[in-house]
């Protein structure tokens, strides 16, 4: 077993795996008389989390800058923060979710800025409620960024290796059993006060490629069965759900002179609020590229029906990313759109959005070769699906501890979502109930974070669960520019959030109640307003201040325009994102 962080398991800490008493729910149970006896506090932590995905480090993250002595428990170290499956961050609803989670001094976001090397905003023809801030991130970047942030935390040491099982409390006079500890693979126990799971698609997984299956979280990771079987064991209910991930390409095999070129935005929207600008710039960034899919293609995946075992499973997958097997058999006689995207910026990988397909590798290139601009490329590694289990939510409280177990926090796919962001925003939440139980809850009326939260608990899942902003009711009020507002405070309340952002957000906004004041004080007719800002729409008796003519849709004034016209407003001009936030 590879420790890290300087952490040291005393030799006698093995020998009490002996003494490990079964009790009702079947796994392991430690009574707080014993654990006195053997010095816990040699080896004792507030928080241990389980997983190094985009929930577990956000969890871990949240817990540790709160003070909690934090143990994060991994597989391998390397992987910690990896990109498994798409290399980009965001979308429509999902940049909602980075941004709330920038909001309560996440990770994820600040590290995105610095690995960005494809920066849309999307649905901008809608309003600015419902736009989708998204990038595609260089994956060797994002982690070597996160890895270096997040391993230098005082207060955090890392652990590779597998936990099998739980030590719980034996006090029978109480409702429900407490965390006490883990159990890793090898018997060597861990105590703690709360453990937060966020195995993502590691319990009981298994990887489907044509007909081939075997037991993996994802390729080149073994599953965890024994953690599984304990959470089963608890009376927690289990399910079973699929997902998948699309061929990897050789960019230097692939014709772009045939698809269409997509340039990223300049300038570039970071998701960080700290950030006024990304860490590579626009003219460094890379672009992507859509081509479609021919009706040709439908033949290859018809006659390997019977070769993919992933088809026949009668488990529930993505309805909003689905194979595009799935896309055949439901839209036949369709094209359908694929974005190449790349995977960093010196990397030779190319991952094809939209081509998710789980048949056997040789008909997976067929296929790939029949794609426009895909003529003559080299697949580096087959597409394969994943088929895993995952707890049913109703059994959590709205702070993500399980209603069976006291001290057990559940995070991230293992809950029934899917994505980064949804992940990421879960471990989060975790993590800050973890370092201090009950501390922060988000309702629905105050963010996408309280939405997520929401339904899983209140409904659960049927398929897997990726944020939408037509989810949200009060979406009107709950913009991606505005997350700072709605719960930095709140955050800050709870102990999650620095003084450091809690102060700049306060000082925005002063300035924008400030900035709004001065603006709703400056009354014009509306002949005056036309000739001030050089329109030439028919004037009308109305007097109106400056802050409601920013709002006129048809007169298409925004800040800068006003500052550019009248020399009063013209010190606006060197605070953008103020005028932006106003608008």
């Not at 901008?124 to 991130?137: E, F, M, T, Y």
């Not at 580096?380 to 209603?403: A, I, K, N, W």
């Amino acid at each position: 077993m590879h420790m890290s962080c300087s952490l040291q398991l005393p030799m006698w800490i093995h020998a009490l795996h002996a003494s490990r008493v079964l009790g009702s729910y079947c796994c392991s149970i430690c009574s707080s008389s014993s654990s006195s006896q053997v010095h816990p506090h040699q080896n004792k932590y507030d928080v241990v989390v389980v997983g190094g995905g985009h929930a577990g480090c956000e969890a871990s993250h949240a817990a540790s800058r709160m003070g909690a002595k934090t143990l994060l428990v991994t597989h391998k170290k390397d992987t910690i923060g990896a990109m498994s499956c798409n290399p980009s961050f965001g979308g429509i609803g999902k940049g909602h979710l980075l941004r709330e989670v920038d909001a309560l001094d996440g990770l994820s976001p600040r590290i995105c800025d610095r690995a960005g090397i494809h920066y849309k905003v999307l649905n901008k023809r809608k309003g600015p409620a419902v736009w989708g801030l998204r990038a595609q991130i260089d994956r060797v970047l994002y982690r070597r960024h996160l890895q270096a942030e997040l391993l230098a935390l005082p207060n955090l040491t890392v652990l590779e290796g597998s936990v099998d099982d739980l030590l719980l409390s034996d006090d029978a006079s109480a409702p429900r059993p407490s965390v006490r500890g883990i159990v890793m693979a090898d018997g060597v126990q861990v105590f703690c006060d709360r453990v937060v799971i966020t195995a993502g698609t590691f319990l009981r997984g298994e990887i489907h490629m044509g007909l081939n299956v075997r037991p993996a979280g994802r390729v080149g990771d073994a599953p965890s069965v024994a953690l599984a079987q304990t959470l089963q064991n608890l009376g927690l209910r289990v399910a079973r759900m699929k997902t998948g991930t699309p061929p990897r390409l050789l960019r230097s095999s692939i014709d772009f002179n045939a698809c269409e070129l997509i340039k990223p935005d300049d300038p570039p929207v970071p998701f960080s609020f700290l950030h006024s600008r990304v860490a590579i710039h626009p003219a460094d960034q890379v672009p992507c590229h859509i081509t479609h899919t021919p009706v040709a293609i439908e033949e290859v995946i018809h006659s390997t029906k019977h070769l993919n075992h992933h088809l026949k499973e009668e488990v529930c997958g993505p309805r909003y990313c689905p194979s595009i097997e799935s896309k055949i058999f439901r839209f036949p006689g369709r094209q359908h759109q694929i974005w190449l995207e790349p995977e960093g910026l010196e990397s030779e990988l190319v991952y094809p959005q939209g081509l998710n397909c789980t048949m056997p590798p040789e008909y997976q290139l067929k296929l790939l070769r029949l794609v426009p601009g895909l003529q003559q490329v080299e697949m580096v590694q087959p597409g394969y699906g994943v088929e895993y289990d995952y707890l049913d939510p109703r059994d959590l409280h709205r702070t993500l501890e399980s209603r069976l177990v006291r001290g057990l926090y559940l995070a991230g796919q293992v809950n029934g979502t899917t994505g980064y962001e949804e992940a990421a925003a879960q471990g989060l939440l975790a993590g800050v109930n973890a370092a201090n139980p009950g501390s922060l809850t988000v309702s629905r009326t105050e963010g996408y974070l309280g939405v997520l939260v929401d339904d899983l608990t209140m409904m659960g899942v049927t398929e897997p669960y990726r944020m939408f902003t037509s989810r949200a009711e009060y979406r009107l009020a709950l913009r991606p520019d505005n997350a700072d507002l709605r719960l930095t405070a709140k955050g800050y309340r709870a102990g999650c959030v620095s003084g450091e952002r809690y102060e700049q957000v306060c000082r925005t906004q002063h300035r924008l109640l400030e900035l709004e004041l001065r603006l709703r004080s400056d009354v014009r007719s509306s002949k005056a307003w036309q000739t001030c800002l050089g329109l030439n729409n028919n004037p009308d008796s109305t007097a109106r201040d400056a802050f409601t003519v920013l709002g006129i849709n048809n007169w298409c004034v925004d800040m800068a325009m006003l500052a550019t016209k009248d020399s009063r407003y013209a010190d606006l001009l060197h605070e953008p994102d103020l005028c932006s936030r106003l608008k």
